[in-house]
């Protein structure tokens, strides 16, 4: 499985961005789609996922007024728009697959750079 997150930048607070994951390796019937982020210093932290198969999407609380994710199975990409992004925002974006049957997100890709200054 290999995944490429591409789309990060540099925004100022408010603006808006959309992250790319581009899936590919197998085919991800039943798999599980996620989005993490990691900021200097801290840990990774859960952002968002969606089911391949039916898109049915899960964000936390502390994200889902702002952020969605979605994606295009025809594709083999995985997006995360980003609206009113503020400068706690800043960090690597991480696309992640989990596969059927298993716990825990298996993949990750190599993450793109977010950056929001105030």
């Known amino acids: 499985v290999q995944l490429q997150a591409s789309g990060g930048g540099f925004v100022q607070a408010g603006g808006s961005l959309r992250l790319s994951c581009a899936a590919s390796g197998r085919t991800f019937t039943g798999y599980l789609m996620g989005w993490f982020r990691q900021a200097p210093g801290k840990e990774r932290e859960f952002v968002a996922s969606?089911?391949?198969?039916?898109?049915?999407?899960y964000l936390p609380e502390s994200f889902k007024d702002r952020f969605a994710i979605s994606r295009d199975s025809a594709k083999n990409m995985v997006y995360l728009q980003m609206n009113s992004l503020r400068p706690d925002d800043t960090a690597v974006y991480y696309c992640a697959a989990r596969a059927v049957g298993s716990w825990s997100f298996d993949y990750y890709g190599q993450g793109t750079q977010v950056t929001v200054s105030s």
């Open positions: 969606i089911t391949w198969t039916g898109g049915d999407t």
